[in-house]
């Protein structure tokens, strides 16, 4: 969660969205307040009424911010060679470079909350939404180019996400650190099984 | 859920456990009170807490009874050979015969909870091992007659549970209704692809 180094960070928008992350991974889910994120922010919880009038709404942005952070990961994965490519947004999706579990833990409460809220629902839809169409884009130009076999890129695409929530749902329940290493696993033997084997 | 024909119902504890079953699939976890389960058992709160001091205590319960429901259901699964008892296994755990979407939405919002709750998530833990140790039995047992390659059975258990698990999850989240199929057809393709593959 570094900040680009080309510029400050000055958006009140984005430093109340970096300060919400800083309260959820601190207090999770239950316990986080407007108080709590107005002091991880520096300032009155007035200034953060100022921008979002319910917890509510401050968590459909910090959703959106989420899926946005994610964008900005993807969009730095330059390769466009297909099998580079899965592997490397498999990395994003399943490898945890630092100790996220307490955004984990939250991010579980929010989408066990999916059916109450539409406003979380809406999110996590678009944000799978987003996800399996990049998924599905870099299997059918794999197929295109003669390296995938010739599969249903948007099944395969559900699969693989059906790993990576399991994965996420996991880690949070049976607190087993080595759950994300073992999903990563299976989701390559999955690809190398249906995508890459030999008799198509 | 019907009783067994054999005998009738008369544990009190089995009487809760069913209309904790029923008051969850109606008012779902959040608004599930003692009060609500006491009018599904048809007796006042006083005769239910006479069993369970808590609600947490009745919910630990309940997710004991939920594993042994699961439990009942895989010893009615007669076949000894290897690949249809994995198959029928598969089935119980991602094939939903009924309209068990409410009970799914209050099974998530308990397991957001296991890192609070140490009766949750020993529950949860305990009810994983034994499916996977079902799973690893199965494929072990396949493995030694030959019919499966000779794969990490352990391993091979972690991924359907992971499968299992993520579609568990979307089914709550996305409220989309082919999840479970998907998982299920992504599961038998995982299967053929590790345990049947031709060259081992």
């Known amino acids: 969660m570094a900040d680009p180094p080309e510029r400050p960070v000055s958006d009140p928008d984005e430093e109340i969205m970096r300060a919400t992350y800083r309260a959820l991974r601190e207090y999770g889910y239950a316990d986080l307040t407007i108080k709590r994120i107005a002091e ?21 942005a910090f959703l959106d911010f989420l899926l946005g952070q994610f964008r900005d990961a993807v969009h730095e994965v330059e390769t466009t060679d297909p099998e580079q490519r899965l592997t490397l947004l498999l990395d ?14 939250a991010m579980l409460e929010m989408r066990s909350q999916a059916p109450y809220k539409d406003t979380f629902s809406e999110r ?11 998924l599905k ?18 099944h395969t695409a ?20 080595d759950v994300l290493a073992t999903a990563r696993e299976s989701a390559d033997e999955y690809v190398t099984a249906v995508l890459l084997r030999e008799d198509g």
């Open 40 to 60: 991880e922010y520096g300032k009155t919880t007035a200034a953060v009424h100022y921008h979002y009038d319910t917890k509510e709404d401050l968590l459909a």
């Open 92 to 105: 994003k999706l399943l490898v945890d470079p630092e100790d996220h579990q307490n955004l984990l833990i």
């Open 124 to 134: 996590f839809e678009q944000n799978d939404e987003y996800i399996r169409y990049m």
């Open 158 to 177: 559900r699969t693989l996400m059906t790993i990576v929530d399991g994965a996420r749902t996991r880690t949070v329940v049976l607190d087993d650190t």
């Open 137 to 154: 884009t870099v299997i059918d130009q794999g197929i295109e180019e003669g390296v995938f076999n010739d599969v249903d890129a948007e």
